[in-house]
């Protein structure tokens, strides 16, 4: 009667469970193509996609194993997060990247259960760049203490160097992921001497005109801004209405793609945003993605996002997952890796500008070395501006380096923070 | 004049706007909870819907081409040709109307006379269907909605105010437009309702539904009637916060925004949902400007229904609303 | 003739009045219990856990409470998320300021905190009826939100506002934390579940559970005859808001580990839960438990039939999905409007004749 039963369940179980080839290397695409944040999610999903399509097509795979991508959507929510990853863990899932702070943050501790690496670039918890604390998750290149730092920078560099007295409000979108960079500009504010306004907007962000009022009257220098979604386009819209001049406007990498900016037409022209990676479709790699994908008939989802800001950051993600699996490989000796073997690729991953050039991304991302302790990169950030008539992002910086002196004790007492509430001991020590 | 009073001022003036925002919202529940008893949680989606419907329309696109390319393998994506947006409202007003008709057949008709929370869910899975039925059509991507509507500040009254006061009020054109969009539906509302056949019907079925019954009155036909005004009225929310924030499925979630206004100015009252958005939008932006700074800020949520809840205690049908008599 | 009561004779007015009168009834539910306590977790896997049965147990909380307030007690409530957020706001202060106090004795003070504050925002209901009381209940849910996004203390001034459980152990097996074993969460989560289900069905049975129906079938007669609306409608809302408020504890500490307030207890919970009590029907235990395993069960299998089972794309199973389960809603309220409670009402007094007509 058991056996029966635990037949039946199994059966059941396996049915619920489509399982991929146990050779193949799973890299499961926890990604939202629906509910209020689709519009950022599905091109960074098809970016993610495109890329490891192109891997699988054009190179047989990486290290001649073929990657399985399996998509579990999400909707950006937590609880479906959870579930996604429950599914997909069994088979096989070497890494995850699930581009939502709400979910990274349930699955910090869960991974590190598990022993499956978790990658969040430009996302998620700041202080997991300290590896000494945090074994599983990585998130170079940057994070958002490193975004408010290079954007401080870049308004010191227009200002010679000097923001005494100057006032910079930032509005930001009310939740873990817009509150984080608030202690950091508290301090930069403290040593460089501007008044920061702290402006919440709440979820989803449709209704801001009492925010862009409060900016009309106050007139601060400059607005920084970390919104996603909707309330992107919403705000540049109404910086727009208000007249504020938008070279003052400078938004975080999740503010800045082209989504937010098209719908607000000339009104946008000037607007800025930081980046981590490079944007466009202008890199030699995308022959070959034209090649095997596009014209092979096996883009992912439409097709129609290729170029575009956060196409290019899933294929940065999915670039920097592929060169760890590479150095798994090359670490373990064997291409059939596991988890933990992925793990250790990323922390002892080291991206170069030669790197970069061979696989056709030339200054697509800034050179960084990962190790023990430190899991979060570089830091730097470029800044870009919206063209609003050749309806183009150009870079108008290079990469700017955040301002460590000050980043890294918030990070290190954040990190001490999770591992005293945590009973977790310091590692790489 | 003094800067925080012109401050306050400029405040008002943007609440009473907002306001009438969300009235636009609000006025196409009440025309639903007056006419049919059931309260349309559908409201917000069949705004989403018709928006969707408009762009759509208005940029050839071919609906269901997700669905039709995911099956078939095709690459279809739009007609190629583009309507002018008056041509897309009428055929986008047309489809409302057809949905209307399809929710009275499939859905009221075989749920009359059931209690109101059970009418209430339906229409809750209502939402849900619209929802998905929206985005397998249309796509979930954001799309701009651009019927022509002037949108940013309106020079005149700023420059008018900066001379007279010194500081230049920031008012939108596109709330302006809707203000006058709102006073000519609520005023054609009100006409269409006095003066003629049907809206004496529609009064009739507000009142008693079975009287009406008894008087040859057919319920169906003023059911379909009234959701199809309801989807009109759906329809010109949907413009108006498309207009401002493109078209998206957060477009649905306005529908929250006009409960309080519904709360205070009673779920049975056409002026009353005017009144309401009024009192509520000039409310929370006023409470925003002064107590935001000192609490911390992001309270137009909550405050909303705080102040619906304060007139509510006071009067509990709402300000406008029908008296609760109850026998025992 | 399988499902009888004849034969079945009552000696003592104890075995007259006992919950389930029909001994197959009082088998079946023996049986589930065995099965529940004594199968599943030897056979339950991280999937199954997470995905479907902690959840159910969890909602079933809530919907279980809920359904005092709105079926039983006739106050129609959208603040359910909002209470959870307290429930598991007060136990994470709670676990983080007393770490040695056993989870159980937190998660009860949990509910006992929500009861305080449910109590306190149902004082407008003294006043205010019907759906209207449902429109101000909302103000309950985006305040206790704003609340818990705005003020550091609860908590503990992390820089990002999340707040994630620590783990907690019990009898030497974790209970809380990512290395909970799946068995010991759902085992958990059940034996809070059957405690707490045990004292509503007594609750609903006895005088309180009946000034409460008296409330909600006709508020002026049941005053007349003397029925206290103060104290029965603070009650209703006192024990469901303690239902509620143990039901966010665990939701946060044992099924998600981490939450954020505006995403994880936001409107869509609220709507989640009156839904569940609505589709299960208002009114009945039973209601409460096959609502949430409906609304549960049905997202992940309609995921698994569409994406695993057929391989459409993600984003068109997601729509599909919603369309399905709005349909299936209407559908179901044609057919049944009382819910499946009623369904199941129907279905047994029908087998109490079967085989025959009569």
Same mark, same amino acid.
């Given at each position: ?32 193509? &629906? ?56 088979? #096989? ?202 014209? $092979? ?133 | ?17 907002? *306001? ?5 919202? $609000? ?64 055929? &986008? ?72 006061? #010194? ?98 100015? #009673?779920?049975?009252? /056409? ?20 107590? *935001? ?36 | ?95 983080? &300021? ?74 030497? /097996? ?45 508020? /002026? ?102 369309? /399905? ?34």
């Amino acid at each position: 009667m058991k056996k029966t039963f635990t037949m039946l369940a199994a059966a059941a179980i396996a049915a619920t469970t489509a399982a991929p080839a146990l050779a193949d290397l799973v890299v499961p695409n926890l990604s939202y193509r &629906t509910g209020p944040f689709a519009a950022g999610g599905i091109p960074y999903a098809d970016g993610f996609n495109d890329y490891f399509t192109l891997l699988n097509e054009r190179d047989g795979g990486i290290g001649g194993e073929k990657v399985v991508v399996p998509e579990c959507e999400t909707a950006y929510n937590t609880e479906k997060g959870v579930e996604c990853y429950e599914a997909t863990k069994g088979q #096989g899932a070497l890494v995850y990247n699930p581009l939502s702070t709400g979910i990274t943050y349930q699955l910090i501790p869960k991974v590190s259960a598990d022993g499956i690496p978790l990658y969040t670039p430009g996302y998620g918890r700041t202080s997991a760049a300290n590896g000494k604390i945090f074994q599983w998750v990585f998130n170079y290149p940057a994070n958002y203490w490193d975004g408010a730092s290079v954007a401080i920078k870049h308004l010191l560099d227009q200002n010679g160097g000097n923001l005494e007295g100057k006032k910079i409000a930032l509005l930001y979108h009310n939740s873990a992921y817009g509150k984080e960079p608030i202690r950091t500009l508290q301090e930069l504010s403290k040593k460089h001497g501007f008044t920061l306004s702290e402006i919440p907007i709440d979820s989803p962000g449709q209704e801001q005109k009492s925010q862009w009022l409060q900016v009309r009257r106050d007139k601060p220098d400059y607005v920084l801004f970390w919104g996603w979604g909707v309330m992107n386009s919403v705000a540049v819209q109404e910086a727009a209405n208000i007249r504020f001049p938008m070279e003052n406007f400078i938004g975080i990498w999740w503010s800045g793609s082209e989504n937010d900016v098209l719908p607000a037409g000339d009104g946008a022209n000037g607007y800025k945003a930081l980046t981590f990676n490079g944007v466009g479709g202008d890199y030699p790699v995308y022959a070959d993605l034209k090649k095997y994908v596009f014209d $092979a008939g096996k883009a992912s989802g439409a097709g129609d996002q290729s170029g575009s800001v956060i196409y290019s950051r899933g294929m940065y993600a999915a670039v920097i997952i592929s060169e760890a699996i590479r150095k798994a490989q090359e670490l373990a000796g064997t291409p059939k890796v596991n988890a933990a073997q992925v793990r250790d690729g990323f922390e002892a991953l080291e991206i170069t500008d030669a790197r970069l050039e061979e696989l056709g991304l030339k200054g697509f991302g800034q050179a960084f070395a990962a190790s023990c302790g430190d899991h979060g990169g570089a830091g730097g950030a470029m800044v870009q501006q919206w063209d609003a008539a050749a309806k183009k992002w150009n870079l108008i910086s290079g990469f700017i380096e955040p301002d460590h002196e000050v980043l890294d004790p918030l990070v290190a007492e954040d990190s001490a923070a999770f591992a005293a509430e945590n009973n977790i001991a310091e590692r790489c020590n | 004049m003094p800067d925080q009073l012109l401050y306050a001022i400029e405040v008002s003036l943007n609440g009473l706007m907002a *306001g009438i925002m969300y009235s636009l919202v $609000a006025l196409g529940f009440v025309l639903i909870f007056k006419a049919s008893g059931i309260f349309n949680y559908a409201q917000g989606v069949l705004a989403l819907f018709a928006a969707l419907t408009l762009v759509g329309l208005q940029q050839g696109q071919i609906p269901f081409s997700h669905v039709i390319n995911a099956i078939f393998g095709t690459d279809l994506h739009s007609f190629g040709w583009t309507l002018p947006s008056v041509v897309a409202i009428a055929l &986008t007003a047309l489809v409302m109307v057809g949905m209307a008709w399809l929710i009275e057949r499939l859905v009221l008709k075989h749920l009359v006379n059931q209690e109101p929370i059970i009418l209430f869910m339906a229409t809750i899975g209502l939402a849900y269907f619209l929802e998905g039925l929206g985005d397998v059509m249309w796509g979930a991507d954001i799309k701009k909605l651009d019927v022509g509507l002037p949108q940013g500040i309106n020079e005149t009254i700023d420059a008018v105010t900066f001379n007279a006061f #010194g500081y230049g009020f920031f008012i939108d054109n596109l709330d302006i437009i809707a203000a006058f969009v709102a006073a000519a539906l609520v005023l054609s509302l009100t006409l269409f309702s006095q003066y003629t056949k049907y809206g004496r019907a529609l009064r009739a079925v507000a009142d008693d539904h079975q009287a009406a019954l008894s008087v040859g009155i057919s319920l169906r036909f003023i059911w379909v009637l009234v959701w199809s005004i309801a989807g009109f009225v759906a329809l010109v929310a949907g413009i108006m916060w498309g207009s401002k924030s493109g078209v998206q499925f957060s477009l649905s979630l306005i529908a929250l925004k006009a409960l309080p206004v519904l709360m205070l100015g #009673g779920f049975t009252s /056409i002026p009353g949902a005017i009144v309401g958005g009024l009192i509520i939008g000039m409310g929370e932006k006023l409470f925003e400007f002064f107590a *935001g700074p000192l609490i911390g800020g992001a309270t137009e949520n909550w405050f909303a229904y705080v102040l619906a809840l304060l007139f509510l205690v006071f009067r509990p049908q709402g300000l406008f609303g029908e008296k609760i008599i109850e026998r025992v | 003739m399988l499902y009888r009561e004849a034969g079945d004779f009552k000696t003592s007015y104890v075995k007259d009045s006992q919950t389930f009168p029909i001994k197959a009834d009082r088998m079946a539910y023996f049986a589930l219990l065995a099965v529940a306590f004594g199968v599943v977790p030897f056979l339950i896997n991280d999937y199954w856990a997470n995905a479907v049965f902690v959840p159910f147990l969890i909602y079933a909380i809530a919907a279980i409470g809920l359904n005092i307030l709105t079926g039983y007690c006739g106050q129609v409530s959208l603040g359910t998320g909002g209470f959870m957020a307290v429930g598991a706001y007060a136990v994470y202060k709670l676990m983080t &300021t007393f770490p040695d106090v056993p989870i159980l004795i937190h998660v009860l003070l949990a509910g006992g905190v929500t009861a305080i504050v449910g109590v306190l925002f149902g004082l407008p209901s003294l006043r205010i009826k019907g759906f209207y009381l449902a429109v101000a209940t909302l103000a309950a849910q985006f305040f206790l939100v704003w609340l818990f996004n705005k003020v550091p203390w609860f908590y503990n001034y992390s820089a990002s506002g999340q707040i994630t459980a620590p783990e907690r152990t019990m009898f030497g /097996i974790a209970v809380t934390g990512a290395s909970t074993p799946a068995w010991a969460k759902y085992l958990f989560c059940l034996v809070i579940l059957v405690a707490l289900a045990w004292l509503a069905r007594n609750l609903t049975r006895g005088m309180t559970g009946r000034k409460w129906m008296a409330i909600r079938d006709m508020d /002026i007669a049941a005053e007349i005859i003397g029925v206290n609306p103060l104290t029965t409608k603070l009650s209703a809302f006192a024990v469901s808001s303690f239902f509620i408020g143990v039901s966010g504890a665990l939701f946060f500490a044992v099924y998600l580990g981490a939450a954020e307030v505006g995403e994880a207890f936001g409107i869509n919970k609220s709507f989640l839960i009156l839904f569940m009590v609505i589709i299960g029907g208002l009114g009945s235990m039973f209601g409460s438990f096959a609502g949430a395993a409906f609304l549960v069960l049905l997202p992940v299998l309609l995921k698994n039939v569409l994406v695993g089972g057929l391989g459409w794309p993600t984003d068109l199973a997601a729509h599909i999905e919603l369309m /399905i389960v709005g349909g299936l809603i209407i559908v179901f309220l044609i057919l049944e409007p009382h819910g499946l409670a009623q369904l199941w009402r129907v279905a047994k007094e029908k087998l109490r004749l079967w085989p025959f007509p009569h």
